[in-house]
């Protein structure tokens, strides 16, 4: 994994706590997913503006749903409200790899258990145990 691809990583996680906002509304907690940035910024050496700067969409997306769906700013309108398996096996994937760059146990534990959340979270086991076409996936 590269730093780019971990810039990716935050703003995917940025994404999903918008898109978890957009279904549980404006108090939904999105702090596991605030610490999985600040960590992923952290563990790959990021600039703290371009962490800060998703941490912001969040909090922009918070308040974008206490006014309503509609006023949602063009630039986090485009929030995926799902993944594919494949998807989520690589944001798994890329969480684990990110956690081992981590010194600190608790902080490795912590995006650990981001990814055991996101795996329930977006239904790993749906993906696995349906047909290709019940996944929308055609041969492979």
Do not use: C, Y
């Not at 490795?108 to 349906?130: C, K, M, P, Y």
């Amino acid at each position: 994994m590269t730093r780019e691809n971990a810039k990716k990583l935050q703003s995917m996680m940025a994404k999903e706590a918008v898109t978890l906002l957009m279904l549980g509304g404006a108090e939904a907690d999105t702090a596991e997913h605030e610490e999985a940035i600040r960590l992923i910024g952290e563990a790959w050496g990021l600039a703290e503006e371009e962490t800060a700067r998703q941490i912001e969409r969040i909090g922009h997306g918070r308040q974008s749903v206490r006014m309503g769906a509609e006023n949602m700013p063009p630039d986090e309108g485009d929030v995926s409200l799902a993944l594919t398996g494949r998807e989520v096996i690589e944001l798994e994937r890329e969480l684990f790899e990110t956690a081992v760059r981590l010194n600190d146990r608790d902080k490795r534990q912590q995006l650990f258990n981001t990814a055991q959340v996101v795996a329930e979270w977006f239904s790993l086991e749906d993906w696995i145990t349906g047909t290709q076409e019940e996944s929308g996936h055609r041969g492979a």
